[in-house]
């Protein structure tokens, strides 16, 4: 268990360095892209923000980036189907379920990299190198300012408390983001003592599962319920948003980052992240490109398009998450939530979370 400290860095790239990146795209010098080659991602991230990554590291490298972006499941099922046929060098998803499904399906190969090894935390990456964590999205518990005290939700054990019935919202259990928290619990707590939990949050629902987690946030703030479970970023979002209609939910809705006091193992953390592709054609490239992930440049802009937090320290924060301040975060090792996906499922199911 460690505590995370981080300084946010607001030195010489701060916003305005991202944006001359975004928009100051240097002409590629067709010869030099020919030489260098290009690079395939298959990407389930979808962020405007990803523009300046792919051509920072073109300026850099000459390599260009072609990229096909779909959910996680379809580039899974698009790279079997491809076999060794496929373009895809660079796998990228948005949760560390998918990333071991993926790895588990024998579509990544191992990589290794002294680059990414002293980058990325052990925890967050496969130790044979199939995969690598390259940002961090906390699962934290929202409330209704003028009803809940924060204290009264210090920890995930505190949603199936009977005193939050019906108040609690909720997205579908079948979503990845309460699979791999509901699997780091059965690592810490077991089965038996998950299950038991999982049957007091469904106890507590508000109204049946449904939409994502802004759709539980917005639930807050229409009075349907009085906490939710989501992920940091839709929070940080709305935060930085400048509708008006997000101001107002934000002046409504808190979130406590849970699982802090003296004891407590710290915040659920899961992870966007990248492996290189079983059968990758331009496989030096991609080393290029993962390695170019994990520098402080690209994880600050990386993490800063959806206001993940960097898995590289020194990376600069979003503004938003500067002002989020410092937590505690379970240091389980993400392959051990990605493995318990199933019995995750399952054990939810059991409990009759929809
Ligand atoms: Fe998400």
Do not use: C
Request: net charge positive.
């Amino acid at each position: 268990m460690t505590v995370v400290s981080r300084r946010a860095l607001l030195g010489g790239l701060g916003l305005g360095g991202l944006a001359a990146a975004a928009g100051g795209w240097s002409p590629i010098n067709p010869a030099r892209a020919q030489a260098a080659g290009t690079v395939n991602l298959y990407t389930a991230r979808h962020y405007d923000t990803d523009e300046a990554i792919y051509a920072n590291f073109t300026r850099a490298t000459g390599i260009r980036v072609n990229r096909i972006e779909a959910d996680a499941d379809k580039l899974i099922e698009r790279m079997r189907a491809e076999g060794a046929n496929s373009p895809a060098d660079i796998f990228i998803a948005v949760d560390a379920g998918r990333i071991w499904r993926a790895h588990e399906a024998g579509l990544l190969q191992p990589l290794r990299s002294a680059v990414l090894e002293a980058a990325v935390p052990a925890n967050l990456r496969e130790p044979a190198g199939h995969w690598f964590g390259l940002s961090k999205r906390v699962r934290v518990i929202a409330y209704d300012k003028a009803r809940v005290a924060p204290a009264d939700i210090a920890t995930y054990a505190s949603l199936a408390d009977p005193k939050w019935k019906g108040k609690l919202l909720v997205r579908s259990s079948t979503h990845v983001y309460n699979q791999s928290l509901v699997g780091a619990l059965i690592a810490h707590n077991g089965e038996a003592a998950t299950e038991a939990w999982a049957k007091g949050v469904v106890a507590n629902l508000a109204r049946p599962p449904r939409g994502g987690d802004t759709d539980q946030l917005r639930g807050i703030a229409a009075g349907e319920g009085e906490i939710a479970l989501v992920n940091h970023y839709y929070y940080a979002n709305l935060v930085a948003s400048a509708k008006p209609e997000d101001q107002a939910l934000i002046a409504k809705v808190g979130i406590v980052f849970p699982e802090q006091g003296a004891n407590m193992r710290g915040v659920h953390a899961n992870i966007a992240g990248a492996g290189i592709a079983r059968h990758s054609p331009n496989r030096a490239n991609a080393v290029r490109f993962l390695e170019y992930l994990a520098s402080a440049e690209a994880q600050s802009i990386f993490a800063e398009g959806n206001n993940e937090y960097p898995v590289v320290q020194t990376a600069r924060l979003s503004p938003v998450l500067s002002r989020f301040g410092e937590f505690r975060e379970d240091t389980i090792d993400a392959a051990v939530f990605a493995r318990n996906n199933e019995a995750a499922l399952k054990l939810t199911d059991r409990a009759g979370w929809r």
